[in-house]
């Protein structure tokens, strides 16, 4: 499994990191149109978002996605 984070984008890049980019370039209210989940939704925070993705590994994939779509060539 060694040979899958060479190609990996995100490799290095803390999810913390993906999340304050997201929120700092949309905002949580287009945050959570884009990505229909309730910690964007509901009373939204960094830290409340960090502990649902750690967890909802397909909501986590959606957020990698965009950052990338959002951030990346």
């Known amino acids: 499994m060694s ?3 060479v190609n990996n984008p995100l490799h ?3 999810l913390e990191k993906v999340v304050t ?3 700092a370039h949309y ?3 287009e945050l959570s149109i884009r990505i229909n989940i309730n910690c ?4 939204p925070s960094v830290k ?3 502990k649902f993705l750690r967890k909802t590994p397909w909501a986590r994939e959606k957020v990698e996605t965009l950052f990338l779509d959002t951030f990346t060539d």
């Open 40 to 43: 964007f939704k509901s009373d």
């Open 27 to 29: 905002g949580w209210e």
């Open 48 to 50: 409340s978002s960090l």
């Open 21 to 23: 980019d997201l929120v």
């Open 12 to 14: 290095g890049v803390k």
């Open 3 to 5: 040979g899958t984070q």
